[in-house]
């Protein structure tokens, strides 16, 4: 763990929005289009996430022949986007859009195809727009030796970080989902 992961001694514990979902609950995905989450991204990871107690969640993913790196065996990057997505989505247990500032992975064992990646993550501590996180990832079950791990610094962002920065065409579209939670989790803070 690097300083920029470990939190200050004036830094607060996390509190769970009065409002998120309720422990067991699937978070669902945050946008259509994400890479992590989204149903609508043929290769992307499709990683289901759970609410958890306090702010915590876990979340599965399994590894297919699309996330490839040595032969039969998920790409690092492919897991650690994984961590990425995990620890975003605590988030919204917190109800603050924050963006990945600072993301540290240990590779701690092969992850081959069609396996299942359990994923657990939880919030820390918040420093004012500084979120700090930790997750693990096992494989053979979620009480299975431990595979991948992570530790995080999200900064909180306003949802102009997106429309300023993103493409207008997926912007315009996200703002338009039906969906009101997807559209709530992408650009509202307290919907
Ligand atoms: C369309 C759908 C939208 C979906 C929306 C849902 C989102 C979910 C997406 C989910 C996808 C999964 C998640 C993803 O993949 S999110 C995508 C990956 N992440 C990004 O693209 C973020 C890119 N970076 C930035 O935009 C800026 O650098 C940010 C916004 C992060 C900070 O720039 P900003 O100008 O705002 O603030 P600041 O520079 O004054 O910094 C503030 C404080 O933070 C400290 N600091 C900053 N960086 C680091 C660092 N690396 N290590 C250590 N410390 C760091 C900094 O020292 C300062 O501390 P202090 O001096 O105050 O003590």
């Not at 009065?18 to 992307?44: I, K, M, N, V, W």
């Not at 107690?53 to 993913?61: C, I, K, P």
């Not at 790196?69 to 859009?97: K, Q, Y």
Request: glycine share 10%; charged share 20%; proline share 8%.
């Amino acid at each position: 763990m690097s300083t920029a992961t470990t939190p200050p001694a004036d830094a607060a514990a996390p509190v769970r929005h009065p409002d998120a979902p309720a422990p067991g609950e699937l978070l669902g995905a945050h946008y259509e289009y994400c890479f992590g989450c989204g149903g609508g991204q043929p290769h992307g990871l499709h990683l289901e996430a759970r609410a958890g107690e306090g702010v915590s969640l876990t979340a599965e993913f399994t590894v297919t022949a699309a996330h490839q790196g040595a032969p039969g065996l998920a790409h690092g990057g492919v897991l650690a986007t994984a961590l990425d997505e995990t620890l975003g989505s605590l988030n919204w247990l917190l109800r603050v859009i924050a963006v990945t500032g600072r993301l540290e992975t240990d590779f701690v064992r092969p992850v081959p195809v069609d396996t299942v990646l359990f994923l657990e993550a939880e919030v820390t501590a918040v420093a004012g727009r500084k979120i700090y996180s930790r997750a693990t990832g096992r494989i053979g079950g979620p009480e299975g030796p431990v595979a991948v791990r992570a530790e995080a610094l999200f900064i909180e962002v306003k949802v102009d970080h997106f429309i300023d920065n993103g493409r207008p065409e997926e912007i315009q579209a996200a703002m338009a989902d039906p969906d009101q939670v997807r559209r709530a989790r992408a650009f509202e803070v307290n919907p």
